[in-house]
């Protein structure tokens, strides 16, 4: 098989023995570290940091399970399977209170050990996959977060271009705001230009972060020829429309020379086109993180580039509009008087320009967004962000419909919606629907449209926003999810096991509690039955055996035997690990006289006053009748507990007392269990339910107890309640409902 992807630490005092697993586990997994002691064994752990660690209990130096404690004090996850000759009950309890994962006796077989270790290499692999999962999510989401920034400044851009057009004051505000809102050290902008006929490049504009050190006045980058080898790939490559970015240390060293200086960590040179002339490009620089640029960030930022392409063309078709003008004007003042008429209707026709113009220029300013209008279901006009989002140039979409780019799933949809607008001014909602590229890809956009009156006709301004992003990160997030609560799932479920666990490492606390009163119960037809044995001998010797004397004597023996039986069937049946399917009818007296059977001689040899008050009617109750039992053993252990502390600390003669009484209701079996012990203080007794809170020291309690009594009681749909006043009394109540049969009778 293939090997497990974990490291295993194996402590083991006998070199034999570590020779042997060395080889076995280093068969199963990827890396073995070997230790003869548990000092040995923190030294590698805390050296290898290992997946797994496999250990004996008893070693010289130091034990396995003191060594599991003292790496689990640093390392809480630490995972631990023990390998022991000692199957005593108290070895697993402490094992399980130090927080091992698995308890296996020797000699092990290697099958068990394989699937001991599978098991904890499949937990480890969980743990990474949940963690790496949820890395995932979060880096998703401050990705969302970051884009939708850096889209907002893109927009913000695109108006800012639209509304003042291109100029020095609106380049500086474009690098700033995109440098912002990307996070980065320094945006600047270059300029390609021909000198003596050979091609350059040269930085005009630079925006810095607080801090970073400006590079406008570096001489290396006032004039960069193309066929310098520092620059002659960024030419080639942004000259075909692609992008520089990455790690400046994995770019060749040629190029490197000039960036370092710069303190560059990571770069992205986007290409600036002016209608499919290279103008230059605008860069981004992080002189601080080793950034990995994005798809998303890069198109955004392209987009970026594209814009002020965009601006920059238009800035130069105005120039030359306004060139054309004056010697146009210049042309028709030097004009004979016989061409007024031509000069006048020339000027009308400026002043139709200028108010189209003006119409124009109000379409682009009311929003961000792609934008067309449509006459006739046809289209008349779109802007430049419309060939961004859709890669259509306005030759290729005016006077067709815009349905021909939409996807074929929404076009009955946005037709239908279309008529509604043209027929009710009422506003119509936005809505998400799928387009076409001229690249032919499928893209999510959101569409809103506003009725207008455009030269005397009806028509729709629609408004298109790329959703694209937003769909993705939105199909990302419902994936995580779902995992997510796949693992939610197997949680609970391990949680559920946890919890019967407990229940019975409680349980086996009890019964280590009560071993001496059952000793002495155990002893006591013992020694009648070694009496017994020792008169029949006797008679035997002196021939004077009769057989009526001899049977009594048997009949004696054979009831010193079945009480005998009795208290170990009833320990071995309790000590059994009962699943809460188990339930059934029983009688609530039965339960405590069991307890009192378990508890009644280790009472006595304590010198405890121990009072019963039984309602010996035969009402029944439902449930498992060994948790309540185990219920009321925590009850009794713990008030055995307060009134031997308090004897302990008593300056003159205490009689150590505890009552246990029962009554019924019409609905509700009702148990008390009242002590004179020290009681509770009044600030901590809110908290006795709580899993592991606890008031005594770490050999005498683990604060299970209560805890696991609470949800034992709650799952029979009781409850219980304490009472208590501390240095006098503690009273705990318990309240059972009574077992009602179909016809509603007890």
């Known amino acids: 098989m293939d090997k497990l992807n974990i490291s295993v630490l194996f402590v083991d005092d006998e070199k034999i023995l570590r020779t042997v697993y060395s080889k076995i586990i280093g068969s199963w997994v990827q890396e073995v570290y070997l230790a003869e002691n548990g000092v040995e064994g923190i030294a590698l752990y805390n050296k290898h940091k290992p997946d797994l660690v496999i250990t004996d209990i008893k070693m010289p130096v130091m034990s396995g399970l003191d060594m599991t404690i003292m790496i689990r004090n640093q390392y809480p996850k630490a995972r631990v399977i023990v390998l022991s000759a000692f199957s005593e009950a108290n070895y697993l309890i402490r094992a399980i209170e130090v927080g091992i994962k698995n308890f296996l006796l020797k000699p092990v077989d290697n099958n068990r050990l394989l699937q001991a270790i599978t098991d904890q290499a499949a937990e480890i692999e969980l743990e990474n996959k949940l963690i790496e999962e949820e890395t995932k999510r979060i880096k998703a989401e401050v990705e969302l977060k970051h884009n939708e920034q850096v889209l907002q400044a ?79 790939r960024w030419a080639e490559t942004l000259g075909r429309h692609e992008t520089i970015h990455g790690l400046v240390d994995d770019f060749p060293d040629v190029e490197k020379e000039v960036l370092v200086p710069q303190e560059i960590v990571s770069i992205i040179a986007i290409p600036v086109f002016v209608n499919d002339y290279w103008f230059g490009f605008i860069g981004f620089d992080d002189c601080v993180n080793r950034r990995e640029w994005t798809s998303s960030e890069i198109n955004t930022l392209m987009t970026a580039a594209n814009l002020i392409g965009s601006a920059i063309h238009r800035s130069n078709i105005e120039n030359q509009l306004h060139r054309f003008n004056a010697e146009l004007e210049s042309r028709v003042e030097q004009r004979t008087v016989s061409l007024q008429e031509e000069i006048q209707e020339r ?14 220029r109000s379409i682009f300013e009311n929003a961000n967004d792609a934008i067309f209008l449509s006459i006739n279901a046809q289209i008349q006009l779109i802007n430049p962000r419309f060939y961004e989002l859709t890669g259509y140039y306005p030759n290729q979409m005016i006077g067709k419909s815009f349905l021909e780019i939409v996807h074929p799933d929404f076009k009955e949809t946005v037709y239908n919606n279309y008529k509604k607008r043209l027929t009710n001014d009422s506003e119509i909602q936005s809505y998400d629907i799928l387009i076409i590229t001229a690249g032919k890809k499928q893209k999510w956009v959101e569409i809103k449209s506003k009725s207008i009156i455009w030269e005397g006709s009806a028509g729709l301004l629609t408004f298109l926003t790329d959703i694209q992003d937003r769909k993705d990160f939105e199909h990302e997030l419902k994936d995580l999810n779902t995992n997510l609560e796949a693992r939610v799932l197997e949680e609970l479920k391990h949680r559920e096991k946890q919890q019967e666990l407990f229940m019975h490492k409680s349980k086996l606390e009890s019964l280590g509690e009560l071993s001496a009163g059952m000793a002495h119960e155990i002893n006591q037809p013992l020694g009648g039955l070694s009496i017994s044995l020792d008169n029949i001998l006797d008679d035997i010797s002196h021939d004077r055996l009769e057989t009526n004397y001899l049977r009594g004597k048997i009949n004696l023996m054979f009831n010193d035997i079945d009480r005998i039986k009795k208290i170990i069937d009833h320990v071995r049946m309790f000590s059994r690990e009962q699943q809460t399917e188990q339930q059934q009818v029983f009688d609530i007296t039965k339960v405590i006289d069991n307890s009192l059977l378990l508890v009644n001689k280790l009472f006595v040899n304590n010198q405890i006053n121990l009072v019963v008050k039984i309602n010996n009617s035969q009402v029944g109750a439902f449930g498992n009748p060994f948790r309540l039992e185990q219920v009321l053993l ?51 007794i809110g908290n006795v339910f709580d899993p592991f809170f606890t008031t005594k020291n770490a050999n005498d309690g683990t604060g299970l107890g209560l805890s696991i009594s609470y949800g034992i009681i709650r799952d029979m749909k009781g409850s219980i309640e304490v009472e208590s006043v501390e240095g006098e009394y503690t009273i705990v109540t318990v309240k059972i409902p009574v077992y009602k049969d179909e016809y509603g009778r007890a």
């Open 634 to 684: 925590n009850l009794l252990s713990n008030s055995k507990y307060a009134t031997d502390k308090k004897s302990n600390n008593y300056k003159g003669v205490f009689v150590k007392s505890i009552q246990m009484e029962s009554s019924n209701s019409n609905t509700h079996h009702i148990i008390k269990v009242t002590d004179n012990g020290i009681g509770i203080p009044e600030n901590i």
């Open 347 to 360: 000027k009308v026709a400026e002043a139709m320009l200028r108010q189209s113009e003006e119409k124009y």
């Open 154 to 232: 893109v927009s913000e851009i695109a108006a800012h271009l639209l509304r003042v057009g291109y100029n020095p004051p609106s380049v500086e505000f474009c690098i700033q705001r995109l440098g912002i809102a990307a996070r980065v050290s320094r945006v600047y902008l270059f300029e390609n230009y021909n000198h003596e006929g050979l091609p350059f490049s040269r930085q005009t504009h630079e925006w810095t972060e607080s801090g970073i050190v400006s590079q406008l006045d570096n001489e290396n980058l006032i004039a960069v020829p193309h066929h310098d080898p520092s620059f002659k």
